[in-house]
């Protein structure tokens, strides 16, 4: 199809699109990040997060990425020797296990099968079992799978059996789901830029609760040290020098979030994941989550006939949609649609069109249209 005009369409879980506004803002260079304007700056746009974290304090922008805000609370939250629990479902779990080996905390870690959720008696048994647990590591979306774990089931649980301090990875999770801090057992609540808030990737947003803070570690830390941030965002300052164009950006996506308001907007999420799941069962494809699908994402099982590497570069180089495959034991086995952060319902139809389009060049045996016709009386019929 080269010659032909192909608009990339990003279904990826991060980056996902950025907002025109939001997009421009970013072009005024032009600042100096130690400015007053600056620091208005900051700490509007601080003000304007806390929309979707609830949290004792405005959550804290920190200049990297998603991974640096999870190691900004293993290194703060964490001593060495510390006795800690990880749920590794997936690619990201694995990452809190790997960072609490790497800062030598005594890591514990329910493993559960990639698709799952954990076993509520098995997570309590463990949570009796250890009596010294400093601090419990989970997502609220495992991206990698698709599952969004029950939180509502688990974070109580842990609250009542220990005393650790409860992190949550929402960087997948924060716009699609709410997970307001005042109604959760959370004491560190995580986010990325690239994600839910159509931003480019570069910043990471991280909350304390009050216990949290009062908790913070006595190891050695330098370019994340939360103490530090605390004290100088509340001024406009952060620590080291801030992305200050990505800082802009997102201001202007909040702008357009805020308008929507959070809870429309995981409304919409939901929505989005109701259409993709009902195009997935009409195509006789069936969803690698096992239950508590996310709505920021949905993960499609493929045929055993197709190649998930052939399919992400037909669907590319033919319609310009730019799905996400799996990692690891699922490569090549899955394709992964996000629906996170600045998509439409028409958006949503395009892709599951791309989606149709790819099985059929590929030979799968399947009426096409019968996805999107599923997803268009689903939307249809979803009265909210
Ligand atoms: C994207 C993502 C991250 C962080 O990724 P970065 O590439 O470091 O931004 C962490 N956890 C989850 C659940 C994610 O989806």
Redesign the pocket.
Known sequence: MTGSYLRNRLFC??PTPVPHAAALSSLNTNIYHRSQEFKDILISTRQELQAFFKGPHDPLILT?????A?EAAMVNLTEPGDEILVIEGGK?GE?WRKLGEAYACQTHVIDIPWGASPDMEQLEAKLLSLKNLKAFFI?????STGVAYPLLDILPLVRQNTDALIVV?????LVAHELPMDKLPIDCLLS?S??GFGVP?GL?FLALSQRAQERLSKRPKFYFDLKKELEGQDKGLTAWTPATTLILSLQESLRALNQIGPNKLAEQHRRAALACHAAAAAMGLSLFSREHHSHALTAIRLPASIDGGQFLSHARDHYGAIFAGGQDQVKGKIVRIAHLGFFDEQDIISAISSFELTLAAMEYDFTVGSGVGAALKALATDTI
Not at 64 to 68: I, N, Q
Not at 139 to 143: C, F, H, I, K, R
Not at 169 to 173: F, G, L, M, N, P
Request: no cysteine; charged share 15%.
């Open positions: 879980p991060g990297s990425s998603g991974t640096g999870m990201f990452r997502q609220a979306n495992e991206t990875d929402a960087i997948s999770a990325g690239q994600k990737p990471a």
